[in-house]
């Protein structure tokens, strides 16, 4: 066995491409050989449950610590404000400060600059973190294989990167960790993939596609994870202009899903489905699992 558990994340810069139902057919289809731990870190719109219909369970609750102000030792002086950089505080000469509760991140500058100790903390939920395990409708051996964790936000939130780091921090004595990241480059991305070994950036042949496939390889690059391209439904466009994008960067295409009508179909009643081309996927992350 080599890098255990190995990391493996499922990103894309672009929404909407296929990202969580790869990551799902996946952990699947791994699962019939490693135990598998599925994380959906898309926080902020998780969805893997429903496409496994897998049954939640919360495990925790995840928050953060929010500045309580007492006004008696309050010297109105305004460095709270100054030193909040998500404008949650708001100053008015000769006024208390202003809290905006929604728009704090916790991360305790103002409780630091604060020059006579006139705050402190209270705790605040910002989300939870859930646990799901396969219904009967998958076999014994995948039932037995499989975990998901799945991370949910609050909403109105200034930031959820919290949240992110709270699930994929659950500890499993797992072979294999697939992180299926929220789409995009954003913090909450940056957060999922740190760690990873191996990331798969999936995209579709479409010029939004190229667009986004471009700066999600960028930022995988300047995070040091070896990444592959997985071009998911070929054939709905022009599918060289991803593979240009894949001569221009030295990153191989790993995998060509073609579009799949039965997919959808299984997809929208919530059944077992394994994709055409997940074979390719496998065979890169179970090179890494032999290696020495």
């Not at 950089?85 to 100053?91: C, Q, W």
């Amino acid at each position: 066995m080599g890098i255990k558990p190995l990391r493996v994340a499922i990103t894309g810069g672009k929404g909407g491409t296929g990202k969580s139902t790869i990551a799902c057919s996946l952990a699947l289809s791994l699962a019939e050989k490693f135990k598998v731990l599925l994380v959906d870190a898309d926080v902020e719109c998780p969805d893997d449950h429903i496409i496994l219909s897998v049954k939640r369970e919360k495990i925790k609750e995840v928050t953060i610590p929010v500045p309580s102000f007492d006004h008696t030792r309050c010297l109105m002086c305004g460095k709270c404000s100054e030193a909040c950089r998500e404008h949650a505080i708001v100053h008015v000469h000769g006024h208390y400060p202003i809290f905006i509760e929604d728009r704090c991140n916790g991360c305790g500058a103002c409780i630091l600059t604060c020059p006579n100790n006139a705050i402190g903390t209270s705790e605040k939920v910002i989300g939870s973190v859930y646990e799901g395990f396969l219904n009967e409708k998958y076999p014994k051996r995948l039932r037995e294989n499989f975990t998901l964790i799945s991370g949910e936000a609050e909403v109105n939130l200034a930031s959820t990167a919290a949240i992110v780091d709270a699930t994929i921090k659950n500890s499993h004595d797992v072979d294999i960790i697939i992180i299926d990241t929220a789409a995009g480059v954003h913090c909450n991305v940056i957060h999922a993939l740190i760690k990873s070994h191996i990331a798969f950036a999936i995209t579709e042949p479409t010029p939004l596609g190229v667009h986004d496939l471009k700066l999600i390889l960028k930022l995988l690059k300047k995070l040091g994870i070896d990444s592959n391209i997985v071009l998911n439904r070929a054939g709905i466009g022009d599918d060289n202009i991803i593979y240009n994008v894949s001569k221009e960067s030295g990153i191989p295409v790993a995998a060509e899903i073609p579009y799949s009508e039965t997919i959808l179909r299984a997809y929208s009643k919530g059944k077992p489905f394994k994709i055409q081309g997940i074979t390719d996927i496998m065979k890169v992350v179970e090179s890494l699992m032999v290696l020495t």
